[in-house]
């Protein structure tokens, strides 16, 4: 009886020790699984740490866009503004009570060169601000065309009225 009863602690043991051994597989399975898991991981990790500064370099880079478009958007108020005050200024110039009486009794050689100016430098200004259309700036270059020409005949008239008339000699007989 004690033999068997060590025949049967045997084979429990050797029953514990094959659990024990199946136990043991399972657990480096796992431990195997949990690193792949760890190695994955880190691998998502580094990843997104990646992809994080990929976004804060651009999150960076349209701060400053926006921070030159608002500046550029300052400047082109600012330059429309100018715009705006100098087609106001020739407007003023043209409509003046002293323009409009200049046109009646007096020469237009007498007229401000500075209309002619403005007319130019407001058709420069459109076409460096890229504001107007080609057709407006043409325009408004034949105008100051056709003023300067107006200006030069005058001044051409002038200088023929001004000339001292030759002297006729007169015979005696």
């Known amino acids: 009886m004690a033999l068997r009863k060590r025949d049967e602690q045997r084979r429990a043991m050797l029953h514990i020790m094959g659990d024990l051994n199946?136990?043991?597989?399972?657990?480096?399975?796992?431990?195997?699984?949990?690193?792949?898991?760890?190695?994955?991981?880190?691998?998502?990790?580094?990843?997104?740490?990646?992809?994080?500064?990929?976004?804060?370099?651009?999150?960076?880079?349209?701060?400053?866009?926006?921070?030159?478009?608002?500046?550029?958007?300052?400047?082109m108020q600012r330059r429309e503004q100018e715009l705006r005050d100098k087609q106001e200024q020739l407007v003023q110039a043209a409509s003046s009570p002293r323009s409009a009486s200049s046109h009646g009794r007096r020469p237009r050689a007498q007229q401000p060169p500075q209309q002619?100016?403005?007319?130019?430098?407001?058709?420069?200004?459109?076409?460096?601000?890229?504001?107007?259309?080609?057709?407006?700036?043409?325009?408004?270059?034949r105008q100051a065309m056709q003023q300067v020409s107006k200006a030069t005949q005058i001044i051409s008239h002038l200088r023929t009225f001004g000339r001292a008339a030759p002297s006729a000699v007169s015979r005696s007989p």
Request: net charge positive.
């Open 22 to 75: 199946e136990l043991n597989r399972r657990l480096g399975d796992q431990r195997k699984a949990m690193l792949h898991i760890l190695v994955d991981y880190e691998k998502d990790r580094s990843r997104l740490a990646r992809s994080n500064l990929r976004l804060e370099d651009s999150r960076k880079a349209m701060i400053h866009i926006m921070g030159d478009l608002r500046e550029t958007t300052a400047e």
């Open 116 to 141: 002619h100016r403005l007319v130019v430098g407001n058709a420069v200004d459109l076409i460096e601000l890229g504001v107007a259309d080609k057709g407006q700036i043409v325009r408004e270059l």
